[in-house]
């Protein structure tokens, strides 16, 4: 299983706006009539049931969506980019590589959740945006702004009700045989599963899932082995049942063993639900030994079930604990909250002017953006820019800063020359 991946995401850049005038016979000096630049297209993650692993992003790791049409005369707007859907299995979750670490995007948990994870720039207005009665034929328009961009960290986390828990050897395989239509590989000795699988039990009329998460070793939780590879995958489980092999000598010594590489991992884990299952009792020794393997285990704090994965004696029992212990637990859960849009306005981002690097760096989302859309290379687009900037009060907090014409401006991505 493919449980783990790295991709990288592009959004579309927005279309540029167009510079036109409208030219008709019998309409002299017709107006200005440049289109809008089409919008670039986002990147979505969305969860999907067909989907099972992240093998696919072994083959693709980059996504690029299509940039925005250019705008064109007769107000004619460009095209909007088209999104791209990338499909991800139920239980991924989306982490934004920043360079202070990773910035957590979502948890794809149900079937058709999705998320944006990059936007696509707007596009750029064009010349007939900028008419004023003062101004009647402008020659400027904007460029289309830059989608933005992310590289992302997807783990895939197993959604599953059961969990089957233990140390190499202990017949958890086996008794995923058992209980389901499963068949992952069966062989007498250790670290014979080197992946989780995923199979179906039914007690009754009730079904659920349950994962065979392959053994753990002494030091799991710092890694030891495949420790962080197994161990994150039990997370969404909501009830463990704990395989204990019963030829072991000590087996409360193995219990409390991997109770505490799973509280050392994450203590949310030591909290969750427990059964526990003696093994291979069809070994005359170890049914021998049944009497004080219930004394031995009776200090664990979980029910004790004494089983045989081969042979399936103990093992209808074994299920019909779990599955109750499970309708318990889902029945304390809290009930899902309905989803409403919910309308957070965002405060305008505020202006701040620094000195840096022999110059000045003005700051603030909205003015930012305004500059990198401007076409600088156009006479009439700069002195528009400056404008709009002293309109915004970015002239006034530079002079409070100590800043004179001819210094260096930054903003943003853009140094400009204070005119």
């Not at 004619?76 to 791209?84: L, Q, S, Y």
């Not at 000598?249 to 991992?265: D, G």
């Not at 604990?321 to 859960?333: F, I, K, N, P, Q």
Request: net charge positive.
């Amino acid at each position: 299983m493919i449980d783990q991946a790295e991709i990288y995401v592009k959004a579309g850049d927005g279309g540029r706006g167009a510079i036109s005038f409208r030219r008709e016979k019998y309409v002299p000096r017709g107006g200005p009539d440049g289109g809008d630049g089409g919008r670039g297209g986002s990147v979505v993650l969305t969860a999907d049931r067909s989907v099972s692993t992240l093998a696919f992003f072994r083959r693709k790791r980059r996504f690029l969506a299509t940039n925005g049409g250019n705008g064109a005369g007769a107000k004619k707007h460009g095209a909007n980019g088209e999104d791209i859907i990338v499909r991800v299995p139920l239980g991924t979750v989306a982490q934004r590589k920043k360079d202070s670490g990773l910035e957590p995007v979502a948890d794809l948990s149900r079937d058709g959740q999705s998320v944006v994870v990059v936007r696509g720039g707007r596009g750029g207005r064009g010349n007939a945006r900028f008419a004023t009665s003062v101004h009647q034929a402008p020659r400027m328009a904007e460029r289309g702004e830059a989608g933005e961009e992310a590289t992302l960290m997807l783990d895939l986390k197993l959604l599953a009700d059961i969990g089957l828990v233990g140390f190499p050897n202990a017949g958890k395989s086996t008794l995923l045989r058992a209980i389901s239509a499963a068949h992952p590989k069966v062989a007498a000795y250790p670290f014979t599963t080197l992946e989780p699988v995923l199979g179906v039990a039914e007690v009754g009329r009730r079904s659920f899932v349950v994962a065979d998460i392959p053994g753990l070793i002494e030091g799991a939780h710092r890694g030891a082995g495949l420790g962080h590879d197994f161990l994150r995958h039990i997370e969404r489980t909501r009830v463990l049942v704990h395989l204990v092999d019963g030829t072991s000598p000590e087996p409360e010594r193995t219990v409390a063993q991997l109770n505490s590489e799973l509280e050392l991992f994450n203590e949310a884990l030591a909290l969750k639900p427990q059964v526990l299952a003696v093994n291979k009792i069809d070994i005359e020794d170890v049914r021998a030994r049944i009497g004080k393997l219930r004394e031995a285990l009776a200090r664990a704090g979980a029910p004790v079930h004494f089983i045989s994965a081969a042979t399936g004696e103990g093992v209808p029992e074994l299920m019909r604990a779990t599955a109750a212990l499970l309708a318990a637990e889902e029945a304390h859960a809290p009930s899902p909250e309905p989803e409403y849009k919910v309308f957070r306005p965002q405060p305008r981002a505020r202006l701040s002017v620094a000195p840096a690097d022999g110059g000045f760096v003005v700051t603030g989302r909205g003015i930012e953006r305004m500059v990198a859309m401007a076409d600088l290379g156009n006479p009439e687009a700069r002195a528009w820019l400056w404008r709009q900037l002293r309109r915004l009060g970015v002239t006034k907090a530079l002079e409070r800063a100590g800043a004179k014409p001819s210094d260096r401006i930054r903003i943003g991505s853009t140094e400009l020359e204070w005119e």
